[in-house]
DNA sequence: TATATACCCGACTAAAATAGTCAAGTATTG
DNA sequence: CAATACTTGACTATTTTAGTCGGGTATATA
């Protein structure tokens, strides 16, 4: 089990921009040289947090983007859902009118994943940005 | 995220063990058409919680395989253990001399991924084989 | 003792997901 | 007008996943 780098990236570039921004932008070249990601990749990633109402951007010279909300009111479970990335964690599709594994019952572990599900869940939403921060005052 | 279908289908394979086990071994084709997983795929996953003694066999006709403990005695995270199944939330290396991102410090986001996998890891000591059976009376 | 059953084990592979790169822009500032 | 920096979709190499395949070995029972 593992996530995906979007998502760390994400978290990343997001704790980085908490740390080092006041009112201006923050260019994606410099959390790129500071978080040794790809640059490319991160505006990849910029595309979707701005598409969901994270980060605004300006252009031109000088541009970059900018948190809309402050630290500690950003959960982390808003910037998953904003890279569509969820935790998943059945083996069988809810959204069909069958059950798992092909049958029409549910699987004998389908309980069992839908609470890790709500038990990771639970662990995003109450976790803000300014946590991150918080617990990681000497670290770049 | 997600996890593999080995854990999975493990987890499943011995809930169906616990529900249906008396004494005498339960052979992998009862399984596999009772839960529809293959049976080549289930001899694979098989052979890894036998090496890590959670099952025994017996070879031959009306042969099969037996829980060598109780269900209540048996905990999730035993079963993901032998198959190499480990909660891997981080990008970076913990065994290396190097932090995250090929620096030398930790990444900002360390802190937190160690706390989930241990959030998670949680969850998996705490619950028991025979936990499912209890909330899948009505399942198969 | 023959035969069917069922475990044992390593090697292989098609398909999907991941982790990016690339090309070709557009907008803004100095 | 040049440099900077965001915008967007398409593309791709690599890795992982989810199995299959082939060729065993051991045992029970008829």
Redo the contacts between chains.
Sequence with gaps: ?????KS?YA??AL??MS?FSRKKPISLRDISLR???SLLYLEQIFLKLKKNNLVKSTRGTNGGYVLIKDPNEIK?SEIFLALD?????L?CNKESKKGC???F?????????D??ES??NT?FEN?KLS??IK??QN??
Tied chains: 1, 2.
């Design positions: 089990m593992k996530l995906n780098t760390r978290v990343m704790a980085d740390k978080q040794s990601i982390l990335e969820k935790v998943k964690t083996g594994n092909g049958k019952t549910k699987c004998i572990t389908h309980n069992l994943w609470e890790l038990h990771i662990f976790k946590d991150l617990i990681n670290r770049i």
